[in-house]
């Protein structure tokens, strides 16, 4: 079992390192799969202590120049990593910077220290002939075969009403005035692309209104719609965490096209993101009343 990897265009080491790091603010820990055409980044509702999820996957000729891999088998071709978010963050720290500053190439290898490790090892620029690097070995668990199917991707939800979300920093700007006035968000979505932000409690209701949200076609809403037959101004609603909604707003680094978001009434608020050489979703289950 083998894997390496080496980036070195500007806007891949940029976008892998965002990327990692939106993850990792959503997750304390997270699994990284790898098979000869993707990677894949995990958290399974399976194994998540909140019942969150998040699927995200990125075709590895979008992010590496040089990749090679051989999984734990010839019929099993692929390597399941477990990372510590607060590790990876670290390490991928060092990727950020503007041109002119930012790291020449960084190459990811799995490697055996005392522990198995996500070895990444940063080329910087230098004012003199000798280069400098930085070398972040981040432990990792490996997987074993028999767990995978924890890691499969979740199905894509029938839901009741979908729309494109308004910008995500208008939306984070009004839920972080809400905040304060009660721990649970009522997001109520319709078939018009109208969009209800609510919140009750025994003195106050308040609501934010977004009307003539677009609306996805088929092809680009991942899942399908259930009850056809619903009549298209009534609303489908569930009522979730703030503090996870926010979270997944304030964790978004990648400046996706669109935001898709599907509602499952009374059970799930799913989020899916639209990159153009990425995909990335979160499953927010409902709380129950």
């Given amino acids: 079992m083998r894997f390496r990897g080496k980036m070195v265009d500007f806007n891949c080491i940029q976008h892998f390192a965002k990327l990692m790091l939106s993850v ?15 990677l894949y980044l995990v958290l399974s509702d399976r194994v998540s202590s909140s019942g969150t999820a998040i699927w995200c996957e990125i075709p590895q000729v979008n992010l590496f120049d040089e990749y090679a891999m051989d999984g734990v088998s010839p019929e099993a071709n692929e390597i399941y990593l477990e990372l510590t978010s607060d590790l990876v963050s670290s390490a991928v720290r060092s990727l950020l910077s503007g041109p002119g500053l930012s790291a020449k190439n960084c190459k990811l290898k799995l490697t055996k220290k005392q522990t198995p490790c996500l070895t ?29 199917v924890d890691f499969t991707e979740p199905d894509s939800p029938q839901f009741h009403a979908t729309c494109y979300l308004p910008p995500l920093k208008t939306l984070q700007g009004v839920l972080d005035k809400m905040k304060n006035i009660s721990s649970y968000l009522i997001l109520e979505l319709n078939r018009r692309g109208d969009m209800n932000l609510r919140m009750e409690t025994d003195s106050v209701v308040i609501v934010t209104h977004f009307r003539h949200l677009d609306i996805p076609t088929w092809n680009e809403a991942p899942g399908g719609l259930c009850s056809p037959d619903r009549d298209d101004a009534e609303f489908a609603s569930a009522k ?24 499952v009434e009374d059970k799930l608020i799913h989020f899916f993101l639209i990159h153009q050489d990425m995909t990335l979703q979160y499953f927010l289950p409902a709380v129950v009343s």
């Fill in 24 to 38: 990792s603010k959503l997750a304390k820990t997270c699994v990284m799969r790898l098979s000869e055409s993707k």
């Fill in 120 to 148: 990444f090892d940063i080329e910087l620029p230098s004012l003199t002939n000798q280069s400098r690097h930085i070398v972040h070995d981040v432990p990792v668990a490996v997987i074993p075969r028999r767990l995978w």
């Fill in 240 to 263: 979730v965490d703030i503090r996870k909604v926010l979270h997944f707003l304030t964790s978004q680094q990648l400046n996706p096209m669109k935001v898709v978001c599907n509602i």
